[in-house]
């Protein structure tokens, strides 16, 4: 059995609103901003309540 990989909420929530993207960006594009936005968040994570909830609202503006 694969070993299952623990996303954040955070990331479900970010990978569902990039499958309202078109499917030649996702297929282009989808795995590497995944990537990006799980790094970003576990930098932010890292440094504080503040910082997460900064990146919360800059991944929500950046989506909208």
Do not use: I, K, N, Q
Request: with cysteine; proline share 3%; hydrophobic share 45%.
């Amino acid at each position: 059995m694969p070993a299952r990989t623990t996303r954040s909420l955070d990331g479900r929530l970010y990978r569902a609103a990039l499958s309202l993207c078109p499917a030649d960006f996702r297929f282009e594009h989808g795995d590497e901003l995944a990537r990006d936005f799980d790094e970003a968040r576990g930098e932010a994570l890292a440094t504080g309540d503040r910082a997460l909830w900064s990146f919360r609202l800059l991944m929500a503006v950046d989506l909208a």
